[in-house]
């Protein structure tokens, strides 16, 4: 495993999160997050992994994968509880999440894995390869922004779920946990909303403007260094 290593001690007692993305860049929305899942789910470690090719993402403006591997390890060098892998920037072809749960848990057989995605990329699951798969095989931890409440009345998440991946679909409203047959859970967890994305960070690099306090100082040397998203 590259920088920011994925440990291989205490694996039978490990919990551990896998966060895959584009992180094109990196910036501190993610880390924040990461960090916050990390402490609220109780996992011993969250690795970052970036996507070689994205399979649901255009190409435009996409930094190379060792570029954007190279950046969220320097973002989390020294985090305790935050690594990255390059499990899916060395591997030839698509980036499909089934593959790189079935590598973690080759790798950390004996521990406890989750898969950590965004809101919106949950909402579109039933696009992935093999997500029947994917589901009966990771609980799922679905990071979202409070809305007034762990669960709104109009709860998009449960609707689809039911539509389409099971109708026999229960939610403790109170954990905000899910439970279908062939899911092995679903958890909603609410994140600090920082206004903050990485298509906003390009705009200001390519318009020659700050993106101090969007992400970590490391990253910003790194992308002015390189010349990226000019």
Not at 10 to 36: D, K, Y
Request: with cysteine; charged share 25%; aromatic share 6%.
């Amino acid at each position: 495993m590259p920088a920011g290593g994925v440990r291989h001690d205490r694996a039978a007692r490990m919990r551990v999160g896998l966060f895959g993305g584009t992180f094109n860049p990196v910036h501190l929305g993610h880390l924040r997050s990461a960090l916050e899942v990390q402490e609220g789910v109780g996992l011993d470690q969250v690795i970052l992994i970036p996507a070689a090719v994205p399979p649901h993402k255009g190409s435009a403006q996409l930094a190379g994968a060792a570029e954007r591997l190279e950046m969220i390890a320097a973002a989390v060098e020294g985090v305790p509880g935050l690594a990255a892998s390059d499990v899916e920037t060395r591997r030839a072809g698509p980036s499909f999440t089934i593959d790189t749960v079935r590598h973690f848990r080759e790798l950390l057989a004996e521990a406890e894995l989750f898969l950590i995605v965004g809101l919106d990329a949950f909402l579109e699951i039933d696009t992935w390869r093999s997500f029947r798969e994917l589901l009966e095989l990771v609980p799922l931890i679905v990071i979202s922004r409070p809305a007034g409440g762990l669960l709104p009345d109009e709860d998009p998440v449960e609707r689809f779920i039911r539509a389409r991946i099971s109708a026999d679909c229960s939610v403790d409203r109170e954990s905000g946990v899910y439970q279908a047959p062939g899911v092995r859970g679903i958890r909603i967890f609410p994140v600090t909303a920082l206004d903050v994305s990485s298509s906003r960070i390009r705009e200001l690099v390519r318009a020659g403007r700050s993106i101090r306090y969007l992400v970590p100082e490391r990253v910003q040397t790194y992308i002015q260094n390189r010349g990226l998203y000019r």
